[in-house]
């Protein structure tokens, strides 16, 4: 079945660090691939998306490239804010079929220090 | 435009209790998710409703969890009995056509 791997589990930095949580999926159709942040006591939030082979997703100072090659879909923050800790979630939707569910990865705890 | 809206925010049940989550989606919003949501597990997927239809149940939690669509604009998850181990954050979601979900803050469910 379709599949998402978050490599960290957790990711400690402090302020001004770059940030990489990597993500590769398994999918037998064509997914669009997704970003979600939550913070604490809320629900996850959509950050951006992509749908195609090389297409950069971008929010917040957030950024992720479609990698059909390397099956991928790497978050990546040039300089963290305290205020980026959250949990982070990769997620793929297969939406040439009839349904509009996602599959996410476990999350990433990031944690950054001031 | 109004988001998801779930209730109650917190419930403290004792076990072998019957306890209802509620949940209104985004209006005009053809897709409903439930998840539950623990640090071990992350985030399961209990049911998915398309167009008030379900669509998916999640194989683990059919014994003693029931979701509902009643309308297009509300639903239901109904956890009877409830035991220690249910305690988590119970998470609605909807989307449209685009397919980004968008979520509730969630219930936070505590059985004692």
């Known amino acids: 079945g379709d599949s998402v791997t978050q490599t960290e589990g957790q990711v400690a930095l402090s302020e001004e660090d770059f940030l990489t949580i990597h993500c590769n999926y398994s999918?037998?159709?064509?997914?669009?691939l997704f970003w979600y942040v939550q913070y604490p006591g809320e629900g996850p939030q959509f950050l951006f998306r992509a749908s195609r082979d090389k297409e950069k997703g971008s929010s917040r100072g957030f950024e992720a490239t479609y990698d059909k090659g390397t099956t991928s879909f790497h978050l990546r923050k040039a300089s963290v804010q305290e205020s980026d800790s959250a949990v982070y979630y990769c997620a793929l939707g297969i939406f040439n079929t009839n349904t509009g569910k996602l599959t996410f990865g476990d999350g990433t705890v990031l944690t950054v220090k001031p | 435009d109004a988001g998801v809206t779930q209730t109650p925010r917190h419930e403290v049940a004792e076990k072998g209790q019957t306890i209802i989550l509620k949940c209104e989606p985004v209006s005009g919003h053809n897709d409903l998710f439930w998840y539950r949501q623990t640090k071990i597990q992350g985030l399961e997927l209990l049911s998915y409703?398309?167009?008030?239809?379900?669509?998916?149940d999640g194989g683990a939690f059919k014994d003693r969890f029931k979701a509902e669509m009643l309308n297009s604009s509300f639903s239901t998850l109904k956890i009877q009995p409830t035991e220690p181990k249910d305690s988590a954050v119970y998470l609605c979601?909807?989307?449209?056509?685009?397919?980004?979900?968008?979520f509730g803050e969630g219930s936070k469910l505590t059985v004692l």
């Open positions: 409703f398309r167009s008030k239809s379900l669509m998916e």
């Open positions: 999918a037998s159709g064509y997914p669009a």
């Open positions: 979601a909807s989307s449209g056509n685009t397919g980004q979900l968008y």
